[in-house]
């Protein structure tokens, strides 16, 4: 796990897990607090149950993780009228300002609902369920993530960036270099880590 200052791209802290956790994620921010950071606001993923552990610290949803959310739901070829429309919106995000998004996904909203809400019986159960299940799954995504999306709309004064682009690419970068010494042992190859991040090695 790493935490990046995004403002001067400096690594803050890191973490060697399995697994992440929320708990990991706000153990970290508690630790940063602690050695006398600053922390004006925090860029992350869409975990569930992440955005509300930072108590009045603003949350930006990474953007692009958004996007993600949605083409797994829809793939990157929806079948439907309804999909294609919802990604080509989605698309957006990154380039578009709040408002224009938010009226465009409620525009949206308002043209396929009834196709949105069809059901389908099941004979076997006797049971009806949504005809449309991913479609609504993708929606109801962008809708519950939509007050964390434009974080950095609403605070342009903090330049919260709006997408965790830059530990993305630090990772990538990570591995390829990690890739030249394969033969490394772990307690090499986390020291090999430690100086990478450290800034030690470029």
């Known amino acids: 796990m790493l935490f990046k200052d995004a403002l001067s791209g400096q690594n803050l802290y890191w973490n060697y897990v399995r697994y992440e956790t ?11 607090k602690e050695k006398g950071f600053e922390i004006l606001a925090v860029v992350c993923d869409g975990r569930k149950g992440l955005f509300q552990l930072f108590g009045e610290t603003p949350v930006q949803m990474c953007q692009f993780h958004q996007v993600a959310i949605i083409t797994r739901y829809l793939t990157r070829n929806p079948k439907t009228d309804a999909g294609k429309e919802l990604r080509a919106h989605c ?18 909203h308002t043209r396929w609902k009834e196709y949105l809400d069809e059901r389908t019986l099941d004979k076997n159960t006797g ?8 479609l609504r799954s993708a929606f109801n995504s962008l809708k519950r993530n939509l007050p964390y999306l434009f974080t950095w709309y609403d605070n342009m004064n903090l330049q919260i960036p709006n997408t965790t682009n830059a530990i993305d690419g630090c990772f990538a970068d ?10 490394l042992s772990d307690a090499r190859k986390q020291k090999f880590i430690d100086g990478f991040f450290s800034g030690i090695l470029g």
């Open 91 to 108: 698309l957006l995000l990154a380039r578009t300002d709040k408002e224009s998004f938010t009226g465009g996904l409620d525009s949206w």
């Open 174 to 183: 990570l591995k390829n270099k990690l890739r030249c010494h394969n033969g």
């Open 127 to 134: 049971k009806s369920r949504f005809t449309h299940k991913k």
């Open 22 to 32: 929320n708990q990991m994620y706000l153990d970290g921010y508690l630790l940063l």
